[in-house]
């Protein structure tokens, strides 16, 4: 991605560095009864790491590691990396809460302009390696299917669904600004 926009390979690339990444970087944290925190920090070491490997240094908000799970200094997300010449590269929301969270992260995701666009949540995988109901729902019909502002061949949705540190990665690549029927939003698992 360095000095030039993200393709889908580079977005599968970074999605699957943080499946591998995230549960060895959160047990680096201290530990925590419910795993959130060492989680969110662990986000945050992992981009604090791909920011140092850019030439020169992308800047990462927050420039310091959440305390207590709280994130202080974050720029609309959670966590963002840009590029001085090129902008917001990486955008990324955790949502370890209920479905209203995790559909209120990802609405904070579809405002913001950046190559990659990440969603880190916890929630039971099922048998199938497909994204639960009631997310796809929420993120498909409730809120990609009327956004209008897509770029599409720029611009990259990874969802990355935790269960304790089993995770699965599902991706999305709008063809079209938008809007969509919301039978045209298939989030693929990738493998």
């Known amino acids: ?66 305390v207590r799970g709280k994130v202080k200094g974050e720029f609309l997300t959670d966590f963002s990396l840009f590029d001085e010449r090129l902008g917001c590269r990486v955008a990324c929301e955790s949502e370890w809460g209920r479905l209203d969270s995790i559909g209120w992260g990802f609405d904070k995701l579809m405002a913001v302009k950046a190559d990659v666009k990440i969603l880190v949540f916890q929630m039971k995988h099922g048998s199938e390696p497909k994204l639960p109901t009631a997310v796809k729902k929420r993120l498909a019909e409730e809120a990609l299917a009327d956004c209008c502002h897509h770029y599409p061949g720029h611009e990259y949705y990874l969802l990355i669904q935790f269960q304790g540190s089993e995770s699965r990665l599902f991706f999305w690549e709008p063809h079209q600004s938008g809007p969509f029927l919301p039978g045209e939003i298939e989030f693929e698992y990738i493998e």
């Not at 992992?46 to 020169?56: A, D, K, M």
Request: no cysteine; proline share 9%.
């Open 1 to 66: 991605m360095q000095n030039r926009l993200a393709t889908r390979d580079d977005a599968i690339a970074i999605g699957r560095q943080m499946q591998k990444q995230l549960p060895i970087l959160s047990e680096l944290q201290d530990s925590t009864n419910s795993g959130r925190v060492e989680y969110t920090r662990a986000i945050w070491a992992y981009f604090n790491q791909l920011r140092s490997e850019q030439e020169p240094p992308w800047t990462l908000y927050p420039k310091t590691p959440p």
